[in-house]
């Protein structure tokens, strides 16, 4: 079995996920994406095919970026600290072309206390 990274959820993003996602679908692939997150052995070799992890340009801090569907625009916007992993926002399909902007309005959150 390979080792687990944790997952912190201090802001309800799972949470706001199953109440706002569209479709048993979509809720379906967040459960997959957050699989995925949770493997360590992705991290090491550095691939996430279902979420495309990747960090968000444009920001000072390495904020992480993973597709829940890439066409639907659903993402999900997290920090990586001492191998734990940290949800801050679920971003809708309509929101997700204006990252830096939603980023900015919700800077409190993008940042580990």
Same mark, same amino acid.
């Given at each position: 079995m390979s080792q687990v990274k944790p997952l912190?959820? /201090? &802001?309800?993003v799972i949470f706001k996920a199953? /109440?706002?996602l569209?479709?048993? =679908?979509? *809720?379906?692939k967040l459960i997959e994406v957050l699989s995925e997150l949770e493997d360590n052995n992705n991290h090491i070799?550095?691939?996430?095919p279902k979420s495309q992890l990747h960090p968000v340009k444009g920001i000072k801090q390495?904020? &992480?970026r993973? &597709?829940?569907? *890439?066409?639907?625009?659903?993402r999900i916007h997290l920090l990586l600290e001492n191998s734990n992993i940290y949800?801050?926002?679920?971003? =809708?399909?309509? *929101?997700?072309? *204006?990252v830096v902007k939603v980023i900015k309005a919700k800077k409190d959150r993008y940042t580990l206390d």
């Open positions: 912190i959820d /201090k &802001y309800g199953n /109440k706002n569209p479709d048993n =679908e979509h *809720k379906i070799i550095k691939q996430f390495t904020v &992480y993973a &597709y829940i569907d *890439k066409i639907s625009g659903w949800l801050i926002d679920i971003i =809708e399909g309509q *929101k997700h072309d *204006k």
